[in-house]
C-alpha cells in the first residue's frame, strides 16, 4: 500500500504541474479548465474547436518532461505517459481526424443528443433518490 501511495501521490504531482501549465497557457474563452479529478483533467471547449484543443492537451499530457522538469538535460519521466482525450459521455476523440471529417454536423448533434439524455437520466436518478429520502424521513 505504501508503494500505492508514492506512486498515486506522484501522478497526482505531475497532474498538478501540467494543470497549473495548462492554465496558464490554454485557458481562455473556447477552453476553459474546469476540473482535476485524480489523474483525469476536464475541459469545457467550444465544440467546433475541439479536436484542434484535444490535439494540444494530448501533446502537453503525454510528453511532461518540460514542463516538471524545465531545463533539464535529461528527462525525468524516460517514458511517454498514456493519455486518452473523450467527450463528456465517454465518446473517444480522434485525435487523428480530418479536421474537417470531424465537424460533421450529424455527429455534433448525435454527441449532443447523447449529453442531453445522459443528463435526462441523472435528473431522473436525482428525482427518485429525492423521492426515496423523502418518503423514509431521511
Known amino acids: 500500500k505504501a508503494l500505492d501511495a508514492l506512486l498515486q501521490g506522484g501522478a497526482a504531482d505531475v497532474v498538478e ?3 497549473v501549465y495548462i492554465m496558464e497557457n490554454l485557458d481562455n474563452e473556447d477552453c476553459r479548465a474546469l476540473l482535476q479529478v485524480h489523474d483525469a483533467l476536464v475541459f469545457e471547449v467550444r465544440e467546433d474547436l475541439a479536436l484542434e484543443y ?3 492537451i494530448h501533446d ?3 510528453d511532461v518532461n518540460g514542463i516538471v522538469a524545465p531545463g533539464r538535460d535529461e528527462p525525468l519521466f524516460p517514458v511517454k505517459f498514456e493519455v486518452e482525450v473523450e467527450y463528456w459521455g465517454g465518446e473517444k476523440i480522434d485525435l487523428h481526424a480530418d479536421p474537417v471529417q470531424a465537424e460533421d454536423p ?3 448533434e448525435i454527441r449532443k443528443l447523447k449529453r442531453e439524455l445522459a443528463q435526462a437520466r441523472e435528473d431522473v436518478s436525482m428525482y427518485e433518490w429525492q423521492q426515496d429520502t423523502t418518503r423514509w424521513g431521511a
Open 54 to 56: 484535444a490535439r494540444k
Open 17 to 19: 504541474r501540467v494543470w
Open 106 to 108: 450529424a455527429q455534433r
Open 60 to 62: 502537453i499530457m503525454v
